[in-house]
T-cell receptor, first 116, second 111 residues
Framework: DGGITQSPKYLFRKEGQNVTLSCEQNLNHDAMYWYRQDPGQGLRLIYYSQIVNDFQKGDIAEGYSVSREKKESFPLTVTSAQKNPTAFYLC???????????????FGPGTRLTVT | QQQVKQSPQSLIVQKGGISIINCAYENTAFDYFPWYQQFPGKGPALLIAIRPDVSEKKEGRFTISFNKSAKQFSLHIMDSQPGDSATYFCAASSNDYKLSFGAGTTVTVRA
């Protein structure tokens, strides 16, 4: 059963704490992405990775960090430097450059992070 | 600054009616235009997508119309059903494979 898993579904943290969100895919996709969703603002790109051990900042990378040590995993750390971390976080993957379907991104179920 | 502008923010349609959502863009490098459907608490699902070399693409009850000269594209949902009630996002991408999303349209289909 192929797909993207994100855990946990809900996450609660105190202000000032770092928190890591998990994203795993078994689609054998090369590229992975992290988005943040806030009401009325659509999805905004945080970080993306086209290949293992390489990643680039998206539009709103400040206060976030990522790693890509394995093809199937792309964890996102929300650091204490992120001013408004409460949001719905979505992970996506795609086949990657060179594929006829490289533009198609498939999303996980999301993690709702609440920081108080 | 949103690169893709989407309207309306929300719409209500009767069962069997047509839902129309519009999007506009400025970046002429965009060459891939997908639409995503999202139910509350779930991740978006790819619904249908179009390239700028065609003016229309239809999949079942969903149709994308694309106007390259006007830099606009739209989603038509024909014979709308209560199960179509969701938030719809348009998006655009260039050869960097990064998607720029519209703000979303919440569609409510009344039975």
């Amino acid at each position: 059963d192929g797909g993207i898993t994100q855990s946990p579904k809900y996450l609660f943290r105190k202000e000032g704490q770092n928190v890591t969100l998990s994203c795993e895919q078994n689609l054998n996709h090369d590229a992975m992405y992290w988005y943040r969703q806030d009401p009325g603002q659509g999805l905004r790109l945080i970080y993306y990775s086209q290949i293992v051990n390489d990643f680039q900042k998206g539009d709103i990378a400040e206060g976030y960090s990522v790693s890509r040590e394995k093809k199937e995993s792309f964890p996102l750390t929300v650091t204490s430097a992120q001013k408004n971390p409460t949001a719905f976080y979505l992970c996506a993957s795609s086949m990657g450059q060179g594929s006829a379907r490289s533009y198609e991104q498939y999303f996980g179920p999301g993690t709702r992070l609440t920081v108080t | 600054q949103q690169q893709v502008k989407q309207s309306p923010q929300s719409l209500i349609v009767q069962k069997g009616g047509i839902s129309i959502i519009n999007c506009a863009y400025e970046n002429t490098a965009f060459d891939y235009f997908p639409w995503y459907q999202q139910f509350p608490g779930k991740g978006p699902a790819l619904l249908i997508a179009i390239r700028p070399d065609v003016s229309e693409k239809k999949e079942g009850r969903f149709t994308i119309s694309f106007n390259k000269s006007a830099k606009q594209f739209s989603l038509h949902i024909m014979d709308s059903q209560p199960g179509d009630s969701a938030t719809y996002f348009c998006a655009a991408s260039s050869n960097d494979y990064k998607l720029s999303f519209g703000a979303g349209t919440t569609v409510t289909v009344r039975a």
